[in-house]
Every structure is written in C-alpha cells, then in structure tokens.
C-alpha cells in the first residue's frame, strides 16, 4: 500500500498569541508544523516495535537512511511555514515569525544533541532517535541513557530496511524525504522552545510532548524507557 504523502502545513494557530509574547503552542492543532496523513503513516512504520527489539548492531541501511540538511534547507523551511501563516492570518507579523523560528536553532540542537548521544545529523535513523530522546528526556525531566538511543537507533535503523518501509522511503522525492524529516525536528524544537520560555514544565506541556511523540510514532512516550 502506497502511502499519499502530503505535507500540509498544520500550523497552530497560537504560535504568535501577540506582539510581545511568542510561542504558544495550541494543544488543539495536530500539534504539528508540518505533518500530513502520509507523515504520520510513514512516522508510524518507521517506529513500530523499535522499542521491543533486542537488536544491538548496526545494520547497513544504504542510501535509504541518509540524508543531508543545509543550512538553505533549514531558511528555506521556516519561509515556507512563515508564507502559510502569512496567507492564513495577514496580520501575523512576519518579522517575528521569523525570528521565532530561529531562535529554536533546530539545526544546532540537533547537531549538538545527536553528537551527545553518540550519533550523526546525516541518517533519518539518528535524527528520529536524537527527536524522540530529546521529547522523552523534557517529558520525563531526566537524562537518557546514551546506550539505550543508541540502541533505540539501530533498530529504527533495522526498520528502515524492512521491504515495506525501504519501498515507501524511496518513493519520497529529496524534497519530500526532507520535509518529512524538517518537519519531525521543527516539532520537537518549536515545543522544547515554549518549555524554555515557560521556564518549567506543565501537565498541557507533558500532553503536548505525549501527543508531538505520538505523531512521531511513538503511541506512549509515557512508558517508554530510555534509562
């Protein structure tokens, strides 16, 4: 069964609530900036039983796995949800859209997160498990285990080159394949940046991490374990 990718931009409508306070992030919206029917059927086979496999080697998943994000594909992704909220609310400020989109610095929470953990910004298998560890680890308030997401990694890693993941990853464009990614790591850094500025964490943050976990894949973040 072929998926039908489409990257709709379900953006919250909150995210600019005024002039001088941004990021809040709307619990009633798919909690999502970019994930569509195909994100969330894709997303959900990646992830299934990773966390029930015992598997603790590398497997060689080929071109299916890699992939690599500039810094042009980083702007070029903030301008295309910037132009949607533009044309879905011509009173948003696009200036400070803008500078909220960058002040999460996803490009370098990834890389600076994946390389904590022992792993790369280059692989979907490694940015999947660095997203996922990065929402457990806010959700739980406690530090995952490097093991445990390196481990968690192979055995996306594995799922990638199941035949009926492979076949669907490789129907992707490269436009595709990187805005299904973008739209994973923008998620999770647009929430881990209202959590900052909150400064803690509340019971409506733990539900928006449950439920951006849940896009992902990841049907309980709750009870997963990463110790």
């Known amino acids: 069964m072929?998926?039908?990718?489409?990257?709709?931009?379900?953006?919250?409508?909150?995210?600019?609530?005024?002039f001088t306070t941004l990021a809040q992030y709307d619990p009633g919206a798919t909690a999502s900036l970019g994930i569509g029917h195909g994100y969330t059927a894709l997303s959900q086979s990646v992830m299934r039983n990773t966390f029930n496999s015992n598997s603790k080697s590398t497997v060689k998943a080929g071109q299916v796995d890699y992939v690599y994000l500039g810094s042009g594909d980083y702007s070029g992704f903030e301008e295309k949800i910037t132009r949607a909220m533009m044309?879905?609310?011509?009173?948003?400020?696009r200036t400070k859209i803008r500078n909220f989109l960058s002040s999460a610095r996803t490009m370098h929470q990834f890389t600076m997160r994946s390389?904590?953990?022992?792993?790369?910004?280059?692989?979907?298998?490694?940015?999947l498990a660095t997203g996922i560890a990065w929402n457990w680890e806010m959700y739980h308030q406690t530090k995952a285990s490097k093991q445990k997401v390196v481990e968690f990694r192979n055995a996306i890693k594995a799922n990638l080159v199941k035949d009926g993941v492979?076949?669907?990853?490789?129907?992707?464009?490269?436009?595709?394949?990187?805005?299904?990614i973008l739209s994973f790591m923008y998620n999770n850094s647009m929430l881990a940046q209202t959590i900052k500025q909150s400064g803690k964490i509340s019971?409506?943050?733990?539900?928006?991490?449950?439920q951006t976990a849940k896009e992902a894949g990841i049907a309980d973040i709750a009870s997963v374990s990463l110790k």
Do not use: M, P
Request: charged residues 30%; hydrophobic residues 40%.
């Open 2 to 18: 072929r998926f039908c990718i489409r990257f709709k931009l379900f953006l919250f409508s909150g995210i600019l609530s005024s």
């Open 87 to 93: 044309s879905a609310n011509k009173g948003n400020d």
């Open 115 to 127: 390389r904590a953990f022992g792993l790369k910004d280059t692989y979907l298998s490694d940015i």
């Open 166 to 180: 492979k076949n669907e990853v490789f129907k992707l464009s490269a436009e595709e394949k990187k805005t299904w």
């Open 203 to 210: 019971t409506l943050h733990k539900q928006q991490l449950a």
